[in-house]
C-alpha cells in the first residue's frame, strides 16, 4: 500500500465485539427483569432488526429515541411476546447503559493496537453515539492507543456521508492519501472512506458479499503483513 501514516478504526464490529457484547447485556437484562426469553431466539430476530434500524438512522431517516425503542419493539412482537411499553422504554434506558460495562474485543484487536501503535497514528471514527462509545473504549482499555475519536452524534452527520470523514480529516491534521480506514460496513467505512480519496480496508467477517473496490480481510492479525 502507498505510504500511510494515520489510521482511522471503526469501533463496533471492528475493534469492539459487539455482538458478544450485545448478547451479555440483554442475557443480564432479562434476568434482571425476570422475563423468561430464550436468548438465542431473541438474538436470531433481533440482530437483523437492528441493523435494520442502524441503516435507517445513518440514512437520517428515523431518530435515535426511534431507533432504541423500535428495535425491541419489533423483536418482541415478532416473538408475539406482550411486552409493556415502560418496559421497553426502561430496558432501551438500562441496555444503553450497561452495554459499554461488558469489554469484550474482536479476536486480535489489542494484540493489532499495539503492533500499530508505534508506527501510525491511529484515530476512531464511527456513527455510535458519544456517550456510549467513550465508555466502550474506556472500559476496554483501548482508549489510550488513539489520538481522537471522532462520533457521528458530535459531529452532526454519519457515514457515509463524506462530510464526517472530512471532518475527522481536517481535525486530524490528516492527508487523505495517507489515511487509511478500516471497518466493517461495506456502505459506511469503505464507500464513505474511498468518497473523500482515503484508503481503506474491509474487515468482512459477517458474511458481507466479496467485491474489488478495496483490499478485504477476514481476520485482524491479517494487518500485521499488510502495515
Known amino acids: 500500500m502507498p505510504r500511510i501514516k494515520n489510521i482511522f478504526f471503526d469501533l463496533d464490529h471492528t475493534l469492539w465485539d459487539f455482538e458478544r457484547n450485545s448478547a451479555c447485556t440483554f442475557k443480564l437484562l432479562f434476568e434482571e427483569n425476570k422475563l423468561n426469553i430464550d436468548l438465542d431466539e431473541f438474538l436470531d430476530i433481533y ?5 435494520k434500524y442502524w441503516k435507517l438512522y445513518r440514512n437520517e431517516s428515523i ?3 426511534y431507533l432504541r425503542y423500535n428495535r425491541l419493539n419489533e423483536a418482541f412482537n415478532k416473538l408475539k411476546l406482550n411486552i409493556p411499553s415502560k418496559l421497553i422504554n426502561k430496558l432501551s434506558d438500562d441496555y444503553i447503559e450497561t452495554l459499554p460495562k461488558f469489554n469484550y474485543l474482536i479476536e486480535g484487536a489489542l494484540e493489532l493496537l499495539e503492533y500499530l501503535k508505534p508506527k501510525y497514528k491511529l484515530f476512531i471514527l464511527t456513527n455510535g453515539f458519544k456517550n456510549v462509545q467513550a465508555n466502550k473504549l474506556n472500559n476496554s482499555k483501548i482508549n489510550s492507543y488513539f489520538s481522537q475519536v471522532f462520533d457521528s452524534e458530535s ?38 472512506a474511498l468518497s473523500v480519496g482515503m484508503q481503506a480496508i474491509h ?25
Open 63 to 65: 431518530t435515535k429515541e
Open 155 to 192: 459531529v452532526g452527520l454519519k457515514k457515509p456521508n463524506p462530510i464526517i470523514f472530512q471532518y475527522a480529516l481536517k481535525n486530524s491534521n490528516s492527508k487523505p492519501k495517507e489515511s487509511l480506514m478500516i471497518g466493517d460496513s461495506f456502505e459506511a467505512d469503505i464507500m464513505g
Open 203 to 227: 474487515y468482512a467477517n459477517f458474511g458481507e458479499k466479496k467485491h474489488d473496490m478495496c483490499l478485504i480481510i477476514n481476520k485482524l492479525n491479517t494487518l500485521k503483513n499488510i502495515l
Open 47 to 51: 440482530i437483523p432488526i437492528n441493523l
